[in-house]
């Protein structure tokens, strides 16, 4: 059974940064999506990044860009979110998450929350003004 830890969530004030980490287990796939997800008190899960191993092709949501990077380290079964410039609305629960996909498909992966088996339990991240 697939498992992900997070780490690295924190408080911050704005402009600051943080590194987040997701460390798999259990993976016995060879390309797999994997992506960064973030949730505000009161409103909807939604997609930061996303990583497809394989090609690396990356996506982010149009708030991060530019500030936030996705990076894997396959070796290690870990995912990496280096987040930049933080800002206030940046604040929530940071969850990793990851599924399985056929090592033939290339380009981005989804980022619909539903689309991904499985996550892990978060880390939190405050952004002070």
């Known amino acids: 059974q697939v498992r992900l830890r997070e780490s690295g969530g924190g408080s911050v004030q704005a402009g600051g940064s943080l590194r987040l980490s997701c460390v798999a287990s259990?993976?016995?796939?060879?390309?797999?999506?994997t992506g960064w997800f973030r949730q505000a008190p009161g409103k909807e899960r939604e997609v930061v990044a996303t990583?497809?191993?394989?090609?690396?092709?990356?996506f982010y949501a149009d708030s991060v860009k530019g500030r936030f990077t996705v990076s894997q380290d396959t070796a290690e079964n870990t995912l990496y979110l280096q987040m930049y410039g933080l800002k206030p609305e940046d604040t929530g629960m940071y969850y990793c998450?990851?599924?399985?996909?056929?090592?033939?498909?290339?380009?981005?992966?989804?980022?619909?929350?539903?689309?991904?088996?499985?996550w892990g339990q978060g880390t939190q991240v405050t952004v002070s003004s």
């Open positions: 998450a990851s599924n399985p996909t056929s090592s033939r498909v290339t380009g981005t992966c989804p980022p619909n929350a539903e689309r991904y088996d499985y």
């Open positions: 259990g993976v016995r796939y060879r390309s797999t999506c």
């Open positions: 990583a497809r191993t394989g090609d690396g092709s990356t």
